[in-house]
């Protein structure tokens, strides 16, 4: 394992040394490395990610297809008692099919939907893709999607198609590059419900985030 280590090591400083040399806009002799090459990965990225999700407390659900993931939504809202929803405009599912007295779609700016984004109890979002070497989930933000909808509500319920699943995080940045001529102001990578440590080093949740996380693989 030193040896390993010392070889990644090696070469990394190679790397940094010789683009030094080189300048900028000359191209490295070797490509670089993508991390995730280190950790150990199953042939089956889907159960493999929901494991890790899990692990990062994800509440984690799977249905088939987007039909049928309304009555995992309402079970799960029904649960918390939760009865208010904000949603993107951009949002795949049809909201008509959600259980909720009370529906807001952010379509304006923040400051006009202030009250409606710090006091809805649950949002709704999609996922692009998520990340099966770490268990994470990438919400790309933008006008039709902002990210406040994954950070104010109690209550943060994911979508995502199974079959979108990167193997690292590098690849997962090299997606977006590539279906995004300009790439997108925030680029979220989500790991389960806000947490912190900083208090004593006793991990404390729903500090500065949803504190409540269901992930909906259809």
């Keep these: 394992m030193n040896k390993r280590i ?3 090591s090696n070469r990394s400083r190679n790397q940094i040394l010789n683009a030094i040399e080189c300048g900028i806009k000359h191209e490295l002799n070797e490509k670089s490395v993508d991390p995730s090459v280190h950790i ?3 042939d089956n990225p889907l159960e493999e990610t929901k494991t890790k999700m899990s692990e990062n407390k994800f509440e984690v659900h799977e249905v088939d297809g987007l039909d049928n993931v309304y009555d995992e939504i309402n079970k799960i ?4 008692g939760y009865t208010s929803l904000i949603y993107p405009k951009s949002l795949s599912a049809n909201v008509e099919k959600i259980n909720a007295s009370k529906k807001v779609c952010f379509d304006k700016s923040v400051e006009e939907l202030r009250s409606e984004v710090f006091h809805s109890d649950f949002s709704v979002i999609d996922v692009e893709f998520a990340i099966s070497s770490h268990g994470v989930a990438c919400v790309k933000s933008s006008a039709s999607q902002p ?3 994954s950070l ?3 209550l943060c319920i ?5 079959t979108k699943i990167e193997p690292s995080l590098a690849s997962g940045l090299a997606r977006i590059k590539a279906e995004n001529d300009v790439l997108p102001t925030n680029i979220l990578y989500i790991a389960g419900p806000s947490r912190t440590s900083d208090i004593e080093l006793v991990t404390v949740f729903g500090v500065h985030g949803s504190q409540k996380v269901h992930i909906i693989f259809y």
């Design 40 to 42: 150990k990965q199953s």
């Design 152 to 154: 104010a509500p109690m």
């Design 158 to 162: 994911m979508l995502l198609d199974k």
């Design 77 to 80: 809202t029904s649960s918390y």
């Design 147 to 149: 990210r406040m909808l």
């Design 6 to 8: 010392e070889e990644i």
